[in-house]
T-cell receptor, first 112, second 116 residues
Framework: GEDVEQSLFLSVREGDSSVINCTYT??????LYWYKQEPGAGLQLLTY?????DMKQDQRLTVLLNKKDKHLSLRIADTQTGDSAIYFC????????????FGRGTSLIVHP | DVKVTQSSRYLVKRTGEKVFLECVQD?????MFWYRQDPGLGLRLIYF???????EKGDIPEGYSVSREKKERFSLILESASTNQTSMYLC???????????????FGAGSRLTVL
C-alpha cells in the first residue's frame, strides 16, 4: 500500500527559498499532490503532478519529482510570512485505490 | 466559489453523548470523506462514501458511523463520545470516480470537537 513520509518542521527566514520534501512508496502510476493548511482552516490544493512528469512550476511554487528515489519536493521562492502553514504531501494511485494517502504534514515557520 | 460547509466550527460535548457532525457540498461531487487530524499524526481517514447510501470504512472507523442519505450531505456520528475522540474533524469531497484521473479533494474548514 501507499505510504507517504515528510519531515514535521521547517523554519526559514523571510525572503529565502523553502524546500519541503516528501517520499512515497508506491511504484505504480501515481498522482502526487501538495496541499496547504493555514491556521484554523481546512486544506487547500496548491498543485499536483503525475508521475510521468519531472517538474511543474506555478509562480513561486516549483514541484520536482525524482521517480527513481520516489522523492517529491515543493520549493517556495521568496518565502513570505503568509506562507507559514502546514504543507501536506499526498499520493493517489492510478488504477488502484483512488483515495489519497496523506503524509503527516510539514509545519513551515517563516521568520521576519 | 465551490464549497464544502461544516455546520459546526467548535463543539464541546460530554463523555457518552451522541454527536453529529454535518457536512454539505454544493459541487455535485460523487465522493465524500471524513478525516480526523491530530498533531503529529496528520490526516487519518475515518469513512468515505462514493455514492448516496454507500459507505466504506477508512483507516480508523472504530467508534464512528456515517450517513449519506442525500448526495450533498455526509454526516459523521459518534454514538457515545469519548475523550480520545477530541480532535479536529475535516470533511472533504471530490468528483473522481476512480477512472484514472487526479482525485483532487476540496476540504471544509473543519470542526474542532472537545469531549470532556
Amino acid at each position: 500500500g501507499e505510504d507517504v513520509e515528510q519531515s514535521l518542521f521547517l523554519s526559514v527566514r523571510e525572503g529565502d527559498s523553502s524546500v519541503i520534501n516528501c517520499t512515497y512508496t508506491d511504484s505504480s502510476s501515481t498522482y502526487l499532490y501538495w496541499y496547504k493548511q493555514e491556521p484554523g482552516a481546512g486544506l487547500q490544493l496548491l498543485t499536483y503532478i503525475f508521475s510521468n512528469m519531472d517538474m511543474k512550476q506555478d509562480q513561486r511554487l516549483t514541484v520536482l519529482l525524482n521517480k527513481k528515489d520516489k522523492h517529491l519536493s515543493l520549493r517556495i521562492a521568496d518565502t513570505q510570512t503568509g506562507d507559514s502553514a502546514i504543507y501536506f504531501c499526498a499520493e493517489s494511485v492510478q488504477g488502484g485505490s483512488y483515495i489519497p494517502t496523506f503524509g503527516r504534514g510539514t509545519s513551515l515557520i517563516v521568520h521576519p | 466559489d465551490v464549497k464544502v460547509t461544516q455546520s459546526s466550527r467548535y463543539l464541546v460535548k460530554r463523555t457518552g453523548e451522541k454527536v453529529f457532525l454535518e457536512c454539505v457540498q454544493d459541487m455535485d461531487h460523487e465522493n465524500m470523506f471524513w478525516y480526523r487530524q491530530d498533531p503529529g499524526l496528520g490526516l487519518r481517514l475515518i469513512y468515505f462514501s462514493y455514492d448516496v447510501k454507500m459507505k466504506e470504512k477508512g483507516d480508523i472507523p472504530e467508534g464512528y458511523s456515517v450517513s449519506r442519505e442525500k448526495k450533498e450531505r455526509f454526516s459523521l456520528i459518534l454514538e457515545s463520545a469519548s475523550t480520545n475522540q477530541t480532535s479536529m474533524y475535516l470533511c472533504a469531497s471530490s468528483w473522481d470516480r476512480g477512472l484514472g484521473g487526479a482525485n483532487v479533494l476540496t476540504f471544509g474548514a473543519g470542526s474542532r470537537l472537545t469531549v470532556l
